[in-house]
């Protein structure tokens, strides 16, 4: 028996095989868990999904698009009944100073590390609400912690590390929301991975 027997898990950003969002769905697997490990990379998630076996369903997610999120959530619903936890796991890095990051890069990074995770939260909150149940794991950074930029990245990190203390901070204002309905709201900060 697995500590997550008869959950369900969406985990973000879990395309490629040696990511983190991919041994986060095979260790939830491992405990019992059905995950549905999610991404853009259409190719790339199945074949992080098809080691895992039955217990995986690869679907693609678009973490920026509202509709996206809505599809998936619905989908993974009436699949498998609900969604008992999700990590927002999905993120990019662009390194750039404040002179020198342009500001598309600088909107790309914020939409996918921050807004992907505020959608997640936001969509899956509802069901966790009316089950009374539920766990959000939002994956901040060490940069959501405290900055030390001489060694991160020599100092270009200016979209990296806004969005990961947004992170932080929606983290803890979700967890206040939700915490009467019986949702957990949960940041984990790593280094380097």
């Known amino acids: 028996m697995g500590r997550l027997d008869g959950r369900v898990a969406l985990i973000t950003g879990a395309a490629s095989p040696r990511g983190q969002g991919a041994a986060e769905a095979r260790l939830f697997a491992a405990e019992g868990a059905r995950v549905v490990p999610a991404d853009v990379q259409a190719d790339v998630g199945q074949a992080t999904a098809a080691p ?71 969509e899956v909150s509802s069901h966790m609400r009316a089950r009374g149940s539920g766990s959000i794991v939002n994956i901040s950074s060490n940069a959501g912690l405290r900055v030390n930029l001489p060694n991160l990245a020599g100092g270009k990190a200016l979209a990296y590390v806004a969005s990961k203390w ?28």
């Open 166 to 193: 947004a992170v932080r901070g929606m983290t803890r204002s979700a967890a206040l929301e939700l915490a009467p309905f019986g949702v957990r709201v949960n940041a984990i900060f790593p280094g380097p991975v």
């Open 52 to 122: 895992i076996g039955d217990a995986a369903r690869y679907l693609h997610l678009d973490v920026t698009s509202d509709t996206s999120w809505h599809e998936v959530v619905e989908t993974v619903c009436s699949a498998f009944g609900g969604i008992d936890v999700l990590v927002n796991n999905a993120g990019v890095w662009d390194a750039g100073t404040l002179e020198d990051l342009t500001p598309d890069a600088y909107r790309r990074v914020i939409e996918i590390n921050q807004v992907g995770v505020f959608l997640g939260m936001r």
